[in-house]
């Protein structure tokens, strides 16, 4: 790399107009608070405290509870009338509470207590980690005891809306808070001092890209990527020596990446998202290149040549994807997962409603607001796979072809295809408009796998089978998670500090147990307390700038065994004493030190 091409890069307008974007300051941002959980729950706290400094009295709690009651997820929920009743009055005794300590030495995350209207309000707030065995139902019981007599308001505040376990708690996401703020940088602008206007815009925006990641943005970083590859790569590997003062050089390129280090990073990781290279290589491999698609660099589209007799259906938007009234898309999920959407777009009304009604009376489930005449987008499918390397493009093509040629989807074809033919259909259950696990069942190893997690009472947010891996996460890995954060960069599925996983062919299973790219000062700490529990490990895993380190693994043979035999295999390999012994200071670590970190 020559001086000149700095120069070129950086006199590219595409390049200065990114820059612009991915450096505006956010000093949430600075302080790393988006990959912490406790760190979350300190500003809901504060934003929920109506004595506090933000002079907003008890305008956000009160907008809380409001959604409780909006939200279609909570509409079978017996409290809603509490709710409701509770609303209609002055919100301003109330007192909010942090790490609350129950009874099975557990902390729930806030607790807001009114002790004239005899409520308790109480929040378990998840961003990266999930519910633990038997959580939800413990705080409830913790706080029926504790606050006998007063009103209770379980709420369940995660990433996705996931359901809880214990069907007395409210669902609430962050993206709604997200919105609350919204509306109070909207509508209470002027009763805010310009500090905590700034933090709480600034709080917003750490919510938003947590939902709405920037297409624009990865969009630049992708040309960007593509058309100064080799200059990109040579500057991001630059970036670890500008932390090290003991062996810094000056020079023109040095410099440059400590100017543009942010953008450097963004385009690189943005950059190399691969996900159209793989879709050619889908389309090849599929369909041999001959298939009516369109390679975007993030939602990359095709329709199947059994559904061609769509093209005769007039739309009403001649712009909308391909020109034909129905898409089937590719598309990263914010939880990196790979997604199959299948989506029936703006075809004329009269065409599109008999569309409908025939999936509909085919066994597919079709809302009815679908079908009214100003309708215009009806999702009919979705069914997302995990990938474990996105920069992996033999392993986004395999997902891909996963998804397409899983039984669930092929009945949607099927049946798409009959109709679209004026042939009458097989009715056939299908999973429909919901996420549909990807596993693989072809063979003995994913079954025994599974059969496996309910031995540990695992559910499937703990746990993931792709097509070459199997893995999974305990609950102490979650508690690890909410306290270091989220890794720096993405890894596999779970992004925190731990993970187990399984490889595996037809002689041999694989049995790992990796700590990931977490930020360098947390990784210091961990696995230098990892060093004094006795556990072995390669000495690089000390460098703050290390990504994977094993700290255990074992293979075991496997050819010829039945599902029951590998079952066994499973357990013996987790149940293995040295493993087990890891474990267990693990534990020790977290409850000695980890616990402790604020």
Not at 51 to 66: A, G, I, P, S
Not at 298 to 318: D, G, H, K, Q, Y
Not at 566 to 590: C, P, V, W
Request: hydrophobic residues 35%; glycine residues 4%.
């Amino acid at each position: 790399m020559e001086i000149k091409d700095l120069f070129e890069l950086e006199n590219d307008i595409s390049f200065q107009k990114l820059n612009q974007q991915v450096n505006t300051f956010n000093a949430l941002k600075v302080l790393r608070l988006e990959g912490h959980e406790i760190r979350h729950s300190n500003i809901i706290a504060w934003l929920l405290n109506p004595k506090e400094n933000h002079n907003l009295q008890d305008y956000f709690f009160r907008k809380v509870l409001e959604t409780l009651i909006l939200i279609e997820e909570n509409s079978n929920n017996l409290k809603c009338e509490l709710v409701e009743a509770v609303l209609n009055n002055s919100l301003m005794g109330s007192q909010v509470y942090r790490e609350v300590k129950t009874h099975n030495n557990r902390f729930i995350d806030l607790v807001i207590i009114n002790q004239q209207l005899k409520l308790v309000v109480f929040i378990e707030n998840k961003i990266y980690s999930t519910e633990s065995q038997n959580q939800l139902d413990d705080y409830l019981s913790f706080v029926k005891d504790k606050y006998a007599g007063f009103k209770i308001i379980p709420i369940y505040l995660t990433l996705q809306g996931e359901e809880p376990s214990n069907k007395e708690y409210f669902i609430l996401t962050h993206e709604r808070i997200e919105g609350i703020l919204n509306i109070i940088l909207m509508l209470q602008r002027e009763q805010l001092n310009a500090n905590v206007y700034s933090f709480i815009k600034d709080y917003q925006q750490v919510l938003k890209d947590l939902f709405y990641p920037n297409k624009e943005q990865i969009l630049q970083a992708i040309n960007l990527y593509r058309s100064y590859s080799s200059v990109i790569s040579s500057l991001f590997e630059e970036i670890p020596s500008i932390n090290k003062p003991l062996t810094f050089k000056y020079d023109y390129k040095t410099e440059f990446v400590m100017k543009y280090r942010q953008t450097i990073d963004y385009i690189f990781k943005r950059g190399k998202n691969i996900i159209s290279y793989s879709f050619e290589d889908f389309i090849q491999r599929q369909f041999n290149g001959e298939v009516i698609h369109n390679v975007h660099p993030t939602v990359p589209s095709f329709l199947p040549p059994e559904w061609e007799p769509i093209r005769e259906m007039r739309l009403r938007e001649e712009s909308y994807w391909l020109g034909t009234g129905l898409v089937i898309w590719f598309e990263q999920g914010h939880d990196s997962r790979l997604r199959l959407i299948v989506e029936i777009g703006p075809i004329e009304y009269d065409s599109r409603l008999a569309l409908l009604e025939k999936l509909q009376e085919s066994g597919l489930s079709i809302k009815e607001k679908s079908k009214k005449e100003g309708a215009r987008y009806t999702r009919i499918f979705t069914k997302a796979i995990d990938i474990n390397n996105w920069n992996d493009k033999s392993d986004l093509t395999q997902g891909m072809l996963d998804l397409y040629n899983s039984s669930d989807f092929i009945t949607l074809k099927n049946m798409v295809a009959a109709i679209l033919n004026n042939n009458s259909p097989i009715k056939d259950q299908i999973i429909n408009g919901a996420e549909v696990s990807p596993y693989n069942r072809l063979g003995e190893v994913p079954k025994a796998f599974e059969e496996f997690m309910a031995d540990l009472k695992l559910t499937e947010s703990h746990y993931r089978i792709s097509s070459r891996n199997l893995s999974f996460v305990l609950p102490l890995f979650d508690s690890f998670k909410e306290k270091l954060g989220e890794t720096r960069e993405k890894w596999w599925w779970h992004n925190g500090p731990f993970l187990i996983w399984y490889s595996y062919d037809e002689a041999s299973l694989y049995f790992t147990l990796e700590v990931g790219p977490i930020e360098g000062d947390m990784r210091v700490l961990l696995m230098e307390a990892i060093k004094e529990k006795g556990v072995r490990f390669n000495k690089k895993g000390i460098n703050p700038e290390a990504k994977y380190t094993r700290i255990y693994s074992k293979t075991i043979g496997i050819k010829d065994l039945d599902e029951a035999e590998l079952l066994r295999a499973f357990r013996g390999l987790y149940h293995d004493t040295e493993f087990q012994s890891i474990i267990e200071k693990l534990q020790n670590i977290y409850d000695e030190t980890i616990s402790k970190i604020e």
